[in-house]
């Protein structure tokens, strides 16, 4: 019998493992353009991987490691570039000086020029430059981050049109990186740093990387993302292979590599990073995590019509993106679900919320069927009084829109529960700020077929001020279908459905609509073939004249026919603008397993919650059971 002893069997692995390495980068795709240069040394060259697509990609630039005295653009794992092309991502993958040849900062302004090289290929590539990311690990991701979050460095009056390119990022993504140069942090925040002589060598960095010792402190401020992060910066997703509180390896090799690329250093980031508000995801060992990975981190933020579905319109020509900071997420109502919302002209939020608590969220008292509450403030110092419920707690209403038309709380509920596919819309009205509600008719809209209920309603200003018209527009629809429907009616006649006027389509301007007065006219007024549950919100953006719709859908591996949102797996999100109530509508985003794939079902922008300049709001959601709440989360748009 043939044995083969241990250290043949390692070997033979290791051969393995390095055969197979080998082939995945034999099948990497060729690059569209390679070793071009976008400097004069010869290693300051990049190649470029032109993702298919009709219309200008995003693109991620790749930044090898190895403390800037090794490495290569070749280091691109083959899947990496796949996912990412796959996606509609084009890819750049740039050599820099090494230390030896020039000292540092010469490395991070060798991937400065790269980037503004690429940007001004723009056309010739087909690129979208306003969609931009960085990724690397160890040294790549020094530089990664320092393009990230280093203020603009850009020359507007620059000869040199490369230099006149912007080198901000949409986004980063880094793999063991190093957060700060500052080698004297090193050694007093990495736990375990040796105090040998042999190790103490690393706490004098700069004299491998080139940099005198009267220069670096310098050069560590001017290049360390804890150095240079601001308010303004983009989000990023580091990974680390250990844990916080893991024991240091007692192979001195393996420790170095250990000590130089601790999660320490994402820790440090991420703490300065939730005080600025700014979204940032740290991965380790067994650590919860918002998306699956790197790509998936890349593809949601670059690609802003997201990645699991197809959108049903075009891309916003007005707003390029929009990105969430998970940092600024609080939650309230514990226990309670729906929460439309509506700005009163007392300058307070109202919301209505069904089956549960309320506010308080903390399940003493009765429990109620449906229930309104009055914020005050912004969050995340919201400040919430519940001002009435009525219901056993299950079954006897829903709430499915809410308007204040100024002094008066107008409401459209559900006579029973939102996931009974005929039941229909009812009423009710308050004129004492909500503490007490008058009932309407069982069924508001009786020249409606069964289960066609309202949706959502136009939100503007409070009290309804500075609204577009005399009108105020309210959106209907069928449970878990893909149209939705617009309907229009006097505000001194919300009630009353014979005063109603039917969207039935876009004039030949493709800007006015035209109406009816018969419901049978209708025509859908919004389409998605990935359908919605419950609810929608639309809000009018002053400041940018926009009309914001959002809503959830479905994906692939959803269950679209039960009425049990905790068995759909619905836990998508897209957001929509329109210059007007009824369009024509493109996209800002669409994306499934948004923040994560816990069912979600409900999503609005309070008005009162977007800044004067439109550029920033408030995302409220709630979903079942974990989401059984309200939450709010800051989103931030750029702008075209």
Not at 348 to 356: M, P, V
Not at 477 to 506: A, C, I, K, M
Not at 524 to 551: A, C, E, M, Q
């Amino acid at each position: 019998m043939l044995r083969l002893n241990r250290s043949v069997i390692i070997v033979c692995l290791v051969v393995l493992q390095s055969s197979l390495a080998l082939g995945q980068q034999l099948n990497k795709p060729r690059p569209t353009r390679a070793n071009v240069p976008y400097g004069d040394h010869e290693r300051q060259v990049l190649d470029f991987w032109q993702a298919e697509s009709a219309e200008p990609t995003p693109f991620v630039l790749f930044i090898h490691g190895g403390g800037f005295a090794a490495g290569s653009k070749e280091s691109l794992k083959a899947s990496t570039l796949k996912d990412l092309l796959d996606a509609g991502i084009s890819v750049a993958a740039v050599n820099y000086r090494y230390y030896q040849q020039s000292p540092l900062p010469a490395a991070l302004q060798d991937c400065r020029r790269a980037l503004q090289f690429v940007r001004s290929k723009a056309d010739g590539w087909n690129l979208d430059k306003t969609h931009a990311g960085a990724t690397g690990g160890s040294a790549g991701a020094v530089a990664s981050m320092y393009l990230a979050f280093h203020d603009e460095m850009a020359d507007p009056t620059s000869s040199d049109p490369i230099a006149r390119e912007s080198t901000r990022l949409t986004c980063v993504a880094t793999t063991a990186g190093q957060t700060t140069l500052d080698t004297h942090w090193w050694a007093t925040n990495v736990p375990g740093w040796p105090k040998d002589e042999g190790i103490k060598q690393d706490t004098h960095a700069y004299r491998r990387w080139g940099i005198s010792e009267a220069d670096f402190t310098a050069v560590v401020n001017d290049s360390s993302a804890l150095s240079l992060i601001s308010k303004d910066d983009p989000p990023i997703w580091m990974s680390y292979w250990m844990r916080p509180g893991d024991s240091m390896p007692k192979d001195l090799k393996r420790a170095t590599s250990w000590r130089i690329h601790h999660v320490s250093f994402g820790v440090a980031l991420k703490e300065k990073m939730d005080s600025l508000g700014i979204e940032s995801h740290l991965v380790h060992p067994r650590a919860s995590r918002a998306y699956d990975g790197l790509i998936d981190f890349l593809i949601a933020k670059l690609k802003p019509t997201g990645f699991a579905v197809h959108a049903p319109y075009p891309p916003s020509p007005v707003i390029a993106s929009v990105d969430f900071r998970f940092a600024t997420e609080c939650e309230f109502g514990r226990g309670s679900d729906q929460w439309p919302m509506t700005w009163g002209a007392d300058g307070h939020l109202y919301a209505a919320w069904g089956d549960g608590w309320g506010w308080r969220g903390d399940k003493s008292g009765r429990k109620y069927s449906i229930g309104v509450t009055r914020i005050a403030a912004t969050p995340p110092e919201l400040q919430g009084t519940d001002v009435w419920g009525d219901g056993p707690g299950h079954g006897f209403a829903k709430p499915e829109a809410l308007v204040a038309l100024d002094d008066t709380l107008h409401m459209f509920w559900t006579r029973g529960d939102s996931i009974n596919d005929l039941d229909d819309t009812a009423t009710a009205e308050s004129r004492d700020g909500g503490h007490s509600w008058t009932y309407g008719n069982d069924k508001a809209f009786p020249q409606a077929p069964a289960g066609f209920r309202v949706r959502g309603i136009c939100q503007f200003g409070p009290g309804y001020q500075d609204s577009l018209d005399r009108f105020v527009y309210v959106y209907f629809g069928f449970n878990r279908q893909s149209d939705l429907f617009l309907g229009r009616v006097p505000s001194e006649h919300l009630f009353s459905s014979e005063q109603y006027e039917w969207f039935t389509g876009l004039a030949e301007d493709n800007v006015r609509a035209t109406w009816s007065k018969s419901i049978k006219d209708r025509q859908p007024v919004f389409h998605d073939p990935n359908g919605y549950i419950w609810h929608i919100g639309v809000s009018y953006n002053s400041g940018l004249k926009r009309f914001l719709l959002t809503k959830p859908h479905y994906c692939p591996g959803d269950d679209r026919k039960t009425p049990l949102v905790r068995d759909s797996g619905v836990a998508s999100f897209g957001l929509f603008d329109a210059p007007t109530p009824w369009g024509p509508w493109t996209t800002v985003h669409y994306q499934d397993n948004f923040k994560d794939g816990l069912v979600k079902f409900s999503y609005f922008i309070p008005t009162k919650l977007i800044s004067q300049d439109g550029r920033e709001f408030w995302l409220a959601w709630s979903g079942w059971p974990e989401y059984d709440s309200v939450r709010f989360v800051q989103g931030r748009l750029s702008l075209r």
